[in-house]
């Protein structure tokens, strides 16, 4: 994907002109489609500043999950990215599996669990986001049946457990 459409992508731009205001930490605080005059600019960088859009629940997901400091934390902060994954609005997809990623292999036994979940689109996100991760040329079907799961998330717990030796 390109530099542009990356961005056009992350902060929901889907013409041009479109004005978008963020923070420090690239928090969109307002956003407006359009063309405007200056004076409705003016109004609209005013009222970003002052009474800033909701806080976006991805960059919300993944700060959580950077802070996760011990494994109550790290499991409920990996778990709400797995549900955001799973979720039919997958906006920004790739930083939440890249965020994942960043977890490091502390991420990796919390994926496993999420693997067995009884949610077929749960199931799907942890294993998509657990392949990509590690690179690892083992399979997981989340619509196998239960025993072939078992058994391909056995395989996945055994490469795992090797690779954090």
Do not use: C
């Not at 459409?5 to 489609?33: C, D, F, I, M, W």
């Not at 906006?91 to 502390?106: N, T």
């Not at 009884?118 to 986001?129: D, F, N, P, Q, Y």
Request: proline share 5%; net charge positive; glycine share 6%.
């Amino acid at each position: 994907m390109s530099m542009k459409r990356e961005l056009a992508a992350r902060y929901r731009v889907s013409g041009v002109p479109h004005t978008t205001v963020l923070n420090e930490k690239n928090r969109v605080l307002g956003s407006q489609a359009g063309y405007v005059t200056a004076e409705k600019l003016i109004a609209f960088l005013e009222a970003s500043l002052l009474k800033p859009a909701q806080i976006d629940p991805v960059d919300d997901l993944l700060e959580k999950l950077a802070a996760a400091i011990n494994n109550e934390t790290r499991q409920a902060a990996t778990s709400s990215v797995v549900e955001a994954l799973a979720s039919s609005d997958r906006g920004d997809r790739r930083r939440l599996v890249e965020g994942l990623a960043l977890q490091g292999p502390s991420s990796w036994p919390i994926l496993l669990d999420k693997m067995a979940d009884t949610r077929l689109a749960v199931r799907a996100a942890a294993g998509h986001s657990l392949g990509y991760i590690t690179q690892a040329p083992l399979p997981y079907h989340p619509f196998a049946s239960v025993a072939k799961r078992e058994s391909q998330i056995g395989q996945w717990r055994q490469w795992t457990s090797e690779q954090n030796r």
